[in-house]
């Protein structure tokens, strides 16, 4: 048949052939593939640039600087600034039962106590000098007397060893308060002073047979003694502003008066008022405040207020007399040379408590308190905390003051430092994947 010159048919249902053909690769080259934002740059550029293989390297490091970044800061958490101390001042070796530290730094008084030889009593100064107040091997067991060590406001250390006697150490001088001529009989058990513009009034707290009591002393002879202590048994006293002073104690009701047992009524603490200007008349107990349980054992000082620690629960006393209970519970508080206050909690504790300027703070110890408290001091950057181990031995933890503040910069620190680190490292990265598109644009 003769040929014909019909237009071509196109079916519908096929696709149209492209007027230019065009290869696709199956698979792009390793080294011409775009890097990935995350990549880190730097010392690890080229390596990176040759090898994509290698980005699981630096996600690893980057991922072992977020982990030791975590933990820095994590360990900011914990109070770093107390150790068991090696001891080398003269008490090595002996249990401190009392001590009071003097300004100088290495000088202190103590009462220590020594399994083979007993109690002895010492001054040691800031150049190491030791002056023996009681030497067992001379005085027999006079030191075994010593009820307590109190450092007054003039740097005077006061202590008692007889009835009707007030014992105080001056520099290197003992100088003896005699009060045997007095037709009464009692025992010194805490002194403190008010020191007022022209003179400074003394109370006394005394043991009276059975009972204990306050007397003033004025002109070196004591008054008589406080008429009524509302069935207290009183243990240490403080001055506060002039003509009050506070005391605290201990009250026993009247067996099962208050729902105890009555073959084991309970004892409660309490916080005494008292008033005395400084004069010849009797003190007098103006008002008691009775709290819920436990035991109060001590004063210490922060700024104007005075603090009262307490097994169960703390106080703080305002210049204007407010008393206001704190969530501080300690074996002893101890005053730093700053005025902050150290709440020492049991053997075993693992929190440490601070108040100052208004503020309680609790701070988590990185191990637990290794010292059940005998007694404690503050000198120059340290407290020193005495008493024994968990085996009994005689041991010294000491707390650098300086830490407490450490703790929050040193947090600080180490936040902006890993921010720092961690941005850096984020903008080389940046960087690197910026160049990576523009290289293959």
Not at 354 to 382: C, F, K, M
Request: proline share 5%; net charge negative; glycine share 10%.
């Amino acid at each position: 048949m003769p040929a014909t010159n019909a237009p071509l048919m196109i079916s519908p249902h096929t696709n149209s052939i492209p007027s230019t053909p065009t290869a696709t690769p199956l698979k792009q080259s390793l080294h011409d593939a775009p890097l990935p934002a995350h990549l880190m740059a730097g010392g690890w550029r080229g390596l990176l640039e040759e090898e994509s293989e290698h980005q699981w390297l630096t996600l690893s490091l980057f991922a072992l600087f977020v982990v030791f970044g975590a933990f820095a800061i994590d360990a900011t958490e914990h109070f770093v600034g107390d150790q068991i101390v090696d001891v080398e001042a003269q008490h090595q070796g002996g249990l401190v039962t009392e001590i009071e530290y003097q300004e100088a730094e290495g000088g202190y008084t103590a009462l220590v106590f020594s399994p083979s030889a007993g109690y002895h009593m010492f001054t040691e100064d800031a150049k190491g000098t030791v002056t023996y107040v009681f030497d067992p091997l001379i005085t027999n067991e006079m030191a075994a007397q010593v009820n307590f060590i109190k450092a007054m406001p003039g740097g005077e250390r006061v202590f008692s060893v007889a009835p009707n006697q007030l014992l105080s150490l001056q520099d290197n001088m003992m100088i003896t308060y005699d009060y045997t001529s007095f037709n009464e009989t009692f025992t010194i058990q805490d002194v403190a002073d008010r020191v007022g513009s022209s003179s400074t009034d003394r109370l006394l707290l005394t043991m009276e047979g059975s009972s204990t009591s306050f007397r003033g002393v004025v002109a070196g002879v004591p008054t008589p003694a406080m008429s009524m202590s509302s069935g207290v048994q009183w243990h240490h006293v403080e001055s506060h502003s002039d003509g009050l002073w506070v005391a605290i104690g201990t009250h026993s009701s009247t067996s099962g008066a208050d729902g105890s047992s009555p073959a084991t009524p309970q004892a409660r603490p309490v916080l005494g008022w008292i008033t005395w200007a400084g004069d010849a008349n009797t003190p007098v107990l103006r008002n008691v405040q009775m709290f819920g349980s436990g035991v109060f054992h001590g004063f210490a000082q922060s700024g104007t207020e005075l603090v009262v620690g307490g097994t169960v629960e703390s106080l703080v006393i305002s210049a204007d007399e407010e008393v206001k209970p704190i969530n501080a519970p300690c074996a002893l508080a101890v005053s730093d040379t700053d005025g902050k206050v150290w709440f020492i909690g049991p053997l075993g504790s693992t929190n440490l408590a601070t108040y100052a300027n208004g503020v309680l703070e609790v701070h988590q110890l990185s191990r637990h308190i290794p010292v059940e408290v005998s007694d404690a001091g503050a000198q120059g950057e340290h407290v020193h905390v005495h008493g024994t181990d968990g085996e009994g031995n005689p041991i010294q933890w000491s707390i650098d003051i300086t830490a407490d503040g450490s703790i929050e910069s040193g947090r600080g620190f180490i936040n902006l430092l890993f921010l720092l680190s961690g941005g850096i490292l984020l903008a080389m990265m940046a960087t690197n994947a910026i160049e990576q598109l523009r290289q293959k644009a």
